[in-house]
């Protein structure tokens, strides 16, 4: 278990603290917005938060450390975040639930023009019927935001859990 | 019911299987303690050959990795004589000394009280053996070689490492009999593996539900929308249930067409099946035919704990775990082949998420087979009903039939005294 290894790509830079506050209360929104919707059940408005080309990508943080590639979820570019939406929420087969995102420690790591990586920490906590609230999940975003007329999409959101023994089945995004 | 006779934790299971022969699983056989302990010493401590590893995760001497045999963890380690699996638990007080997922060593160190051992799990080195000025240390007739760390068979095929706590068992070629060794050959064809990564979780099953789940076509065709609305299994493609002489093991095998059809009958069958649906990108349904094999599927259960995956181009192997009647962590293991572009990786990344535990196809499964162990504990009626296709057992080349479920069942009942 190497501890000390984030993703690549995404090192700690000096960032200008007046720039920094900015972008960390523009991140802090958007991650609240992002919440809210998947925490809602809205699993077909959770593409509007991508850009057209963007990645997005589940793993274990075994895997993070290795630089092995695969993921749990893999959705490269709008389409695949459109079909997954769909068939979650037309299609698959699952037990209905509850879900709620606690996302905290967002950390600016660089700017760059119109585009801002940063890292956050999530929790995400399920409750299915008859049963208690579980942590489904602790791990750690890694984003690579642009900012388009003022509002900030995702273009990478890397979601490298801890917690590597997924209990059952992971339904929805994280 | 027979089930009043059963005295429970005890080892010596006085369990009678229900009238209704193969076609009938009584519910004790997810449930009852007793029973898994004997499966434990009957099947993963007996005579099977169990997956422990893939060659790549180990590419050269020095490396290790903690792995499973059922429920029991070992090490497999690489020498420069080859492999080696031995049981993860110290000679000296039982402590499961390898901690890492895997590393590189030249020596396996217990951290407790340091007693060492080589690669191969000899003992070798055992701090103040001979006592501190003459006083304390071993018995003088204590022997290194009497404390090694139990040591398991071990053999491998295709990249593909095996053990097994049986030192007399026949040869894996002969173990999984020749219907299961040409599917087999056919995804481990002599390319290089190259690892993509790892998924685990524990799906809150009997273990033995995710062979049956496999063996069980009848349901790849209703439950899961995917494969029915794009063709990739479909009632009335060119599919089998394949099953070897011993029954204990299988391939569930079907055949993309170029064009996917489905009948007006089989329409109205399958409640999953949607005409307006349609994808938006459609790359990761793509074959990229790389295979000398009739199939573009082929999912093979590999008695005891071993799922081998070819979906189309996406691979991987899945080793059962089994904690308990009730539950079993599933560890997957995804490759690929050194020789492919980069294109070819991330295609098999992008089909990647067909299956895993957030699979459009494997989420589904796990979740059915949670439903059925909740079902078998908490209902008052104890059998299910294995009726599809009668009482026909072995392979069969359609979907529509229950008979790889009773040839496993037939093989279980032999080696179970059931």
């Known amino acids: 278990m190497d501890k000390s290894a984030g993703l690549k790509g995404f090192a700690a830079t000096q960032v200008p603290i007046d720039a920094a506050r900015i972008a960390r209360f523009e991140i802090e929104e958007f991650n609240t917005a992002y919440a809210a919707t998947l925490d809602a059940g809205k699993v077909e408005d959770w593409p509007a938060f991508f850009t057209d080309d963007a990645l997005y990508r589940i793993t274990g943080r075994d895997n993070a450390d290795a630089d092995l590639p695969v993921g749990l979820v893999l959705c490269e570019g709008i389409g695949m975040f459109k079909d997954r939406a769909l068939a979650i929420a037309t299609t698959m087969m699952f037990a209905p639930r509850y879900l709620q995102h606690h996302i905290t420690n967002v950390r600016v790591l660089a700017l760059d023009g119109e585009v801002i990586t940063a890292t956050a920490n999530y929790a995400l906590y399920q409750t299915l019927v008859d049963e208690r609230t579980t942590l489904q999940q602790i791990g750690r975003y890694y984003d690579r935001f642009v900012r388009r007329d003022g509002t900030l999409l995702l273009q990478e959101r890397h979601c490298v859990y801890d917690s590597l023994i997924i209990d059952t089945a992971l339904i929805y995004p994280v | ?418």
């Open chain 2, 1 to 418: 019911m027979p089930d009043s006779a059963q005295t429970p934790h005890t080892n010596e299971p006085t369990r009678v299987w229900p009238a209704g022969g193969l076609q009938a699983i009584p519910d004790w056989v997810y449930t009852d303690p007793a029973i898994y302990q004997r499966e434990i010493e009957r099947i993963f401590h007996g005579r099977t050959w169990n997956f422990v590893a893939l060659e790549a995760e180990l590419p050269e001497p020095g490396c290790f990795k903690r792995s499973f045999v059922g429920p029991t963890p070992v090490i497999v380690a690489r020498d420069t004589n080859g492999f080696h699996v031995f049981e993860n638990r110290c000679a000296h007080r039982g402590a499961e000394l390898c901690r890492p997922a895997s590393g590189k060593a030249t020596e396996l160190v217990c951290p407790y009280h340091q007693w060492t051992y080589d690669l191969a799990g000899n003992l070798t080195a055992v701090p103040f053996r001979r006592g501190i000025k003459k006083q304390g240390g071993m018995p003088a007739d204590f022997k290194l070689a009497e404390h090694n760390l139990r040591q398991l068979a071990v053999t491998t095929r295709g990249g593909v490492v095996f053990a097994s706590f049986c030192r007399d068992l026949e040869p894996l070629e002969d173990y999984l009999g020749p219907e299961i060794l040409a599917d087999f050959d056919a995804t481990f064809d002599g390319r290089p593996l190259q690892i993509l990564g790892y998924y685990r979780n524990t799906v809150p099953g009997n273990w033995k539900m995710y062979h049956e789940n496999l063996k069980d076509p009848y349901h790849a065709t209703l439950l899961h929308a995917f494969l029915v609305n794009f063709g990739l299994m479909v009632a009335g493609n060119k599919s089998a249930m394949i099953v070897d002489a011993s029954g204990r093991h299988g391939t569930m095998a079907s055949a993309k067409p170029d064009q996917p059809m489905v009948d007006e009958a089989s329409k109205q069958e399958m409640r999953a099946f949607s005409e307006t649906m349609t994808l938006n990108d459609t790359r990761f349904l793509e074959y990229v035919r790389e295979f000398t094999s009739p199939w573009s599927v082929t999912m093979q259960t590999i008695w005891p704990n071993l799922i081998v995956q070819r979906e189309l181009n996406t691979l991987g192997v899945r080793q059962i775990v089994p904690s308990g009647p009730h539950e079993f962590l599933m560890i997957w293991t995804m490759f690929g082949f050194t020789g492919d572009s980069a294109e070819m990786t991330r295609h098999r990344l992008r089909q990647g998420n067909l299956m895993g535990p957030s699979g459009f196809l494997g989420l589904e499964d796990n979740e059915a087979m949670k439903f059925v162990q909740e079902g078998v504990v908490r209902s008052s009626t104890d059998v299910s009903y294995i009726g599809l296709g009668g009482t026909e057992e072995g392979t069969v080349d359609h979907l529509i039939s229950e008979a790889a479920i009773r040839s496993m069942y037939r093989h279980y009942r032999e080696v179970m005294d059931l």
